[in-house]
């Protein structure tokens, strides 16, 4: 019977490409099992077979305890020191002691439930393996033959033992997936589960739509051409920003491919969803002119401040700037990483105009200035006080209409303006500082504090009278923390009350 158990493992471990120890580990917990069902399965198994033989050796067992521990919840399987070092005297607490106890035949139920543990830990074992083979593959393109479909999602045989799942989420809106048809989609995460999909693909990755290109152009892949930012309405339209590392290569051109067959072999691909291939440039602003393709862009102007852009087009262009549903100009600013607004020619320049008044009204007021040097200072590119009283005197006397007895007056008064600005700046958080009875309350640290009185909880009192969702909506904690720093801040109160009810009484009396 052990030569018989030898060639089992053997068998098992050729077949199934499992190491032959993972399948010695899963006989000796099969025949602990039947040990354990024949003596009583309170009790603590252990097996070991003779890796050259097959012979085995059965053993009881219990974990060691310390003598004054009260951990103790198992008494068949756990032994406090002075009981443990009766069985075994070099016992030592947290190991094991134990002693031979018969050993059951692998019969027909030991060997039942060893086929049953074999194939758990088989099956374990090869899903540890597709991970460990997987696991540098993540966002790498993958095909393979789908499997079956259902609501879930779509599951695809990557070849052995492998098997990849896209989620619903992940596949193209409508897109006809049948058994059998072969697909290709990006590993994004490989989890290691004992149970379920363990390889999760996407087709509706923006980095998938790149992967496509660098199979279908192979200027890309030799780094000829970068593909260097991607936005997908995944099924319907996308945008790639291309450049080229070699002069002599048109980026563009080399991605739409003769007479589209490139760009049309990714666009089959992904259910026909249609690409522009958008030429990159250093310059933000040209960047954005390109990405709006198709649409037309008249004029743009850039507010470095709020990382975004306005965007003037004709008025019979402006549903194909903004595309159907917002998709054009939605995918522009994905694509670009700017805010953009577009707008026709008219309203642009009513929005500029509008801008360049309210901006002169600043500066007639803070510089006391009339409206003609207010507009000079605007139509010059000043957009701030602080640009007027720092740049280069040369830059404002070089404006056509200011000497340099101007010049000087302005920068003089735009920096009185600041000055004035910032000592009425350190004025408010002198008044905002927290006071001293604060830090008195239990729990409180500089950081808080100061956050607090940021927003008007300036003592101990102030604190004290709040309510949970009034200190919430102050400071970022939890509605358990707000509330045992409100009960902190009171607790002076309940002092005081105490203190005073025995002054009371003998008044009374």
Partial sequence: MSKEMLMVIDAVSNEKGVDREIIFEA???????????????????RVAIDRESGEYDTFRRWKVFADESTELEEPERELRMIDAVDVDPGAEIDGFVEVPIESVEFGRIAAQTAKQVIVQR???????????????RVDE???GIVKRVDRNGVYVDLGGTAEGFIPREHMLPREPVRQHDRIKARLIEVRSEPRGPQLFMSRTAPEFLVDL????????????IEILAAARDPGLRAKIAVKSNDSRIDPVGACVGMRGSRVQAVSNELAGERVDIILHDENAAQFVVNAMSPAEVVSIVVDEDKHSMDIAVDEDKLSQAIGRGGQNIRLASELTG????????????????????????????????????????????????????????????????????????????????????????????EQAAPAADLFDVEGMDEALAATLAAGGIVTRDDLAEQATDDLLEVVEMSEEDAGK???????????????AAPAEQEQAG
Avoid: C
């Fill in 122 to 136: 088989v099956r374990e074992a090869e899903r540890a393996k597709i991970v460990e083979e997987y696991e540098d």
């Fill in 338 to 429: 700017w805010e953009l607004n577009v707008m026709t020619e008219a309203d642009a320049e009513a929005k500029s105009e509008a801008e360049m008044r309210e901006l002169s009204e600043v500066f007639m007021k803070q510089l006391d200035v009339d409206s003609e040097v207010a507009m000079i200072l605007v139509q010059e590119g000043f957009s701030s006080i602080e640009e007027i009283a720092y740049v280069p005197a040369s830059e404002l006397v070089a404006i056509e209409e200011f000497d340099e007895d101007v010049v000087d007056e302005l920068r003089s008064r735009a920096r009185d303006v600041l000055l004035t600005q910032a000592i009425a700046s350190e004025e408010v958080i």
């Fill in 141 to 143: 393109m993958l095909s």
């Fill in 213 to 224: 290109f660098r199979l279908e152009v192979p200027e890309v892949g030799q780094d000829l």
């Fill in 27 to 45: 006989m000796e917990a099969a025949l602990a099992s039947a040990t354990r069902k024949r003596h009583g399965d309170d009790i603590d198994v």
């Fill in 485 to 499: 720093l409100i009960m902190a801040a009171r607790a002076h109160w309940f002092e005081e009350a105490e203190e």
